[in-house]
């Protein structure tokens, strides 16, 4: 028996250490790769989150701090080429990097499965005028050849800020503060927004104002009082650059939606105004008195089997000055409809195009009536600043009448045009008063020289232009939308 016990226990030991070697080699192995780097670009990497925002509205000069983790997911350790603030040292932003204060970290090691800390902190003086209403930053990682980043915004100026903000009652904004919007702002089928004179509303890259109820802004004549829409991008070079808000949208729900002395600017489409209000309404759904639309990129007066009055509206050098499809009622009264090709925008389409056809279907019944107006565009490849299309063979009503006009058209009036006996300058240059395109210096008053001076009729109630001065009273009113003083 005892033979037989040694025997067995030295067979145990045996077995016993050759397990012992194998989890040591795995041990080891496992031990091992942890402690190497992976290096494929395949490499599991992720961020607490993609933005930091700094929502706090700043009443006086003052810190936050934010943070965010970034997680390295693979059994390998990580390295990071490179964690950088992108704006430096001039940044409003600080940046801390595990523990570390700097604006750049080269190889920056993550252990598998671990992560590390990353904070910002911005600083901020509210009432620094030169200061944007959304101060942006990012943290660029880099690593095994991909590149992340970590976008930061904090609120800038003072003002009202709204982030994706709903009107749900009858509102009246004052001009205490600018208001920034911050995603969208939008008006509840019903309701009504009312924007007082001088406002000024500015409005970040993805933030659309979509009206299903009804919006009334109504400046006045003095610069200070109109209100003024426009990207919330004021420093250089961004301040110009059109395409840098997405637009004002009327959808089917809304309805008698007035805009006087209004200034919108720089956005992706200006008024973008979608069927008729509903029954029994029956009101014009869109009126633009006085108003301004500037360095659109896509289409800036733009309707959609709608209806839309306006008068005294300069629409200046944009993708489509006017784009009306699908049918509708529309009218244009003393309007400015010009376009000239510049380093920001160059001019591809006519400066109005009137269809009431949509993918080669009829689909509502046309009317579109302008009068005293000016139609013109230079610096581009276009040679008819008028498009229409209408069906060679169709029941529906399809009327435009054209009413003491100048208009830039190479090719024979289309058929579909109604001339009256009035004032028709074809091909006749407007002569405005300062064109200036390489400085993008646009003012389009007249010139004391122009052809479009006395040669309107005047439309009772239609007693000021677009500056507020008065027209000829008694006598013939200038074409277009301001009157030579």
């Given at each position: 028996m005892a033979i037989c016990h040694s025997y067995i226990t030295f067979e145990t030991m045996k077995r016993f250490t050759v397990y012992i070697s194998i989890i040591a080699a795995v041990v080891c192995m496992y031990s091992c790769k942890k402690d190497s780097f992976i290096t494929s670009s395949d490499a599991l990497l992720r961020t607490s989150v993609d933005t930091l925002h700094y929502d706090t509205v700043f009443t006086s000069v003052g810190s936050i701090t934010q943070s965010f983790k970034i997680f390295n997911a693979n059994d390998q350790k990580l390295r990071l080429s490179n964690v950088q603030l992108m704006g430096g040292s001039a940044s409003f932003f600080k940046m801390n990097v595990d523990g570390v204060a700097g604006t750049s970290f080269n190889d920056v090691e993550i252990n598998a499965n671990d992560s590390l800390y990353v904070f910002a902190t911005v600083t901020i003086n509210p009432n620094a005028s030169n200061l944007p209403f959304v101060v942006q930053d990012s943290i660029r990682i880099s690593y095994n050849g991909n590149t992340r980043f970590v976008q930061l915004d904090a609120l800038g100026q003072n003002a009202h800020f709204m982030?994706?903000?709903?009107?749900?009652?009858?509102?009246?904004?004052?001009?205490?503060?600018?208001?920034?919007?911050?995603?969208?702002?939008?008006?509840?089928?019903?309701?009504?927004?009312?924007?007082?004179?001088?406002?000024?509303?500015?409005?970040?890259?993805?933030?659309?104002?979509?009206?299903?109820?009804?919006?009334?802004?109504?400046?006045d004549k003095d610069d200070a009082n109109r209100i003024k829409f426009n990207g919330d991008r004021l420093d250089e070079p961004y301040k110009n650059f059109p395409g840098s808000w997405p637009g004002i949208y009327f959808n089917s729900s809304s309805k008698d939606n007035v805009m006087q002395y209004c200034i919108i600017?720089?956005?992706?489409?200006?008024?973008?105004?979608?069927?008729?209000?509903?029954?029994?309404?029956?009101?014009?759904?869109?009126?633009?008195?006085?108003?301004?639309?500037?360095?659109?990129?896509?289409?800036?007066?733009?309707?959609?089997?709608?209806?839309?009055?306006?008068?005294?509206?300069?629409?200046?050098?944009?993708?489509?000055?006017?784009?009306?499809?699908?049918?509708?009622?529309?009218?244009?009264?003393?309007?400015?409809?010009?376009?000239?090709?510049?380093?920001?925008?160059?001019?591809?389409?006519?400066?109005?195009?009137?269809?009431?056809?949509?993918?080669?279907?009829?689909?509502?019944?046309?009317?579109?009536?302008?009068?005293?107006?000016?139609?013109?565009?230079?610096?581009?490849?276009?040679?008819?600043?008028?498009?229409?299309?209408?069906?060679?063979?169709?029941?529906?009503?399809?009327?435009?009448?054209?009413?003491?006009?100048?208009?830039?058209?190479?090719?024979?009036?289309?058929?579909?045009?109604?001339?009256?006996?009035?004032?028709?300058?074809?091909?006749?240059?407007?002569?405005?008063?300062s064109i200036d395109v390489s400085n993008r210096y646009f003012n389009f008053r007249l010139a004391a020289t122009s052809p479009c001076i006395n040669k309107a009729t005047a439309t009772p109630g239609l007693v000021f232009d677009l500056d507020g001065n008065t027209r000829v009273l008694g006598g013939l009113p200038d074409l277009g939308c301001y009157e030579k003083q």
């Open positions: 982030r994706d903000k709903r009107v749900t009652t009858d509102s009246t904004w004052k001009n205490d503060l600018p208001y920034v919007i911050l995603g969208s702002i939008a008006v509840d089928s019903a309701k009504t927004l009312t924007i007082n004179k001088g406002c000024r509303v500015y409005f970040h890259a993805d933030a659309p104002m979509i009206v299903n109820g009804t919006l009334k802004a109504i400046g600017k720089n956005a992706y489409q200006g008024t973008i105004v979608l069927n008729p209000p509903p029954l029994p309404n029956t009101n014009t759904k869109l009126t633009l008195q006085e108003c301004i639309l500037d360095n659109i990129y896509d289409v800036a007066v733009g309707g959609s089997n709608t209806s839309i009055d306006a008068r005294n509206c300069l629409v200046s050098n944009c993708g489509y000055n006017v784009f009306l499809t699908a049918g509708g009622a529309y009218s244009f009264n003393q309007c400015t409809l010009a376009s000239y090709g510049n380093n920001y925008l160059s001019h591809k389409y006519p400066v109005l195009t009137i269809s009431n056809v949509v993918s080669g279907t009829v689909t509502s019944p046309l009317s579109c009536t302008v009068k005293n107006s000016i139609i013109y565009g230079e610096g581009g490849i276009v040679d008819d600043e008028i498009a229409v299309t209408k069906p060679a063979s169709t029941s529906t009503a399809f009327n435009i009448t054209f009413d003491n006009v100048l208009y830039k058209m190479k090719s024979n009036d289309p058929a579909a045009i109604s001339f009256t006996t009035g004032t028709k300058l074809k091909n006749v240059a407007p002569v405005f008063d």
